[in-house]
């Protein structure tokens, strides 16, 4: 089955620890974005990438980082330099670099706590 | 800043009821705005409207946009508890191809 593919369920970190969220998808799509979702709040933008090598900052992308070394995954690494990660992480992805007539599908998503 | 605002917050009505979610937007480069329906974990898409004054219909659910107000309804009829869930909202700018949330409405549905 086609989708999007978030992992883990559930994540710890230390402080002071890097940890990283993978995002893998099946649909050959070119565009994936990371966002985060708090309580009471919608969902905001980290880090998007519309092809391959190719990423850009969102709206909270201090603190994160992500790479594009493959069209199917866009890993989300939450360093130490946030100081707030606990929140729960969605991946989505979309079709056609430039299409906006194609909606963002998303993944079940990856639970942050500190320990 | 592109901006997406949803109200009610919350809402709780009794099953059977009809019930109207707003949502209001200020996106520069706006080229469409869309519904999700989110449980427990991954928001599922519900419409997608670019056409001001058309209404998208699923089921018990519709949904119409009005650029001329900047905004859009979704609508749930004979609501079950099954559509107990938040409700995103979303806008999306063509410009720079990021898509903007509100903070979502919180709909119980009570049996």
């Known amino acids: 089955d086609g989708g999007i593919t978030q992992s883990p369920k559930y994540l710890f970190r230390k402080e002071g620890q890097n940890v990283t969220l993978s995002c893998e998808q099946n649909l050959n799509h070119d565009a994936m974005y990371w966002y985060r979702q708090d309580p009471g709040q919608g969902l905001r933008l980290i880090y998007y990438?519309?092809?391959?090598?190719?990423?850009q900052k969102g709206d909270i992308a201090e603190g994160y980082s992500v790479s594009r070394e493959k069209k199917e995954s866009f890993p989300l690494t939450v360093t130490s330099a946030q100081k707030n990660p606990t929140a729960f992480y969605l991946c989505?992805?979309?079709?056609?670099?430039?299409?906006?007539?194609?909606?963002?599908?998303f993944g079940d998503g990856t639970r942050l706590s500190i320990l | 800043e592109d901006k997406v605002v949803q109200s009610p917050l919350s809402l709780v009505v009794h099953e059977g009821d009809t019930v109207t979610l707003n949502c209001s937007y200020e996106?520069?480069?706006?080229?469409?705005l869309l519904w999700y329906k989110q449980e427990k974990k991954a928001p599922t898409f519900l419409f997608m409207l670019?056409?001001?004054?058309i209404e998208k219909k699923s089921g018990r659910l519709s949904s119409i946009l009005d650029k001329k107000e900047l905004s859009s309804i979704l609508n749930i009829t004979a609501t079950q508890t099954g559509d107990s869930a938040i409700y995103l909202c979303a806008a999306y700018n063509f410009g720079n191809e990021k898509l903007t949330f509100g903070t979502g409405t919180r709909l119980t549905i009570i049996p």
């Open positions: 996106v520069t480069n706006f080229r469409s």
């Open positions: 990438s519309q092809i391959v090598n190719d990423f």
């Open positions: 670019t056409s001001s004054g």
């Open positions: 989505a992805s979309r079709t056609g670099q430039g299409n906006a007539n194609q909606p963002q599908h």
